[in-house]
Nanobody, 122 residues
Framework: QVQLAESGGGLVQAGASLRLSCVASGPAISNHAMGWFRQAPGKEREFVAAITMSVGLTLHADSVKGRFTISRDNAKKTVYLQMERLEPDDTAVYYC???????????????WGQGIQVTVSS
């Protein structure tokens, strides 16, 4: 089981930037896909972005394309989510996740972090 720990969240104003980090520990993740999901109050958890750790192929949700970028550092077993031009609708708990393949679907991921709060004020 891969353990995941998120960091970098916080409270920012609309238009600001944040970078989330997710450090993996435990088994090797070089053949895994890592992803970010988010859950806003009263809403279902939704896909944000994913990346393959081996070659860095990415997926981004339409709602964040052009503003968010997922990247990884294999040596550090870390995945990042760079978030630019944040909007109040981006307010949510952001979860890091790991699975066997890059996917939009929550059911394809196995291990999850505890989540980290991102709040964007208008």
């Amino acid at each position: 089981q891969v353990q995941l720990a998120e960091s970098g969240g916080g409270l920012v104003q609309a238009g600001a930037s944040l970078r989330l980090s997710c450090v993996a520990s435990g088994p090797a993740i070089s053949n895994h896909a890592m992803g970010w999901f988010r859950q806003a109050p009263g809403k279902e958890r939704e896909f944000v972005a994913a990346i393959t750790m081996s070659v860095g192929l990415t997926l981004h949700a339409d709602s964040v394309k052009g503003r968010f970028t997922i990247s990884r550092d294999n040596a550090k077993k870390t995945v990042y989510l760079q978030m630019e031009r944040l909007e109040p609708d981006d307010t949510a708990v952001y979860y890091c996740t790991s699975g066997s393949r890059r996917s939009y679907w929550e059911s394809d991921y196995v291990d999850w972090g505890q989540g980290i709060q991102v709040t964007v004020s208008s």
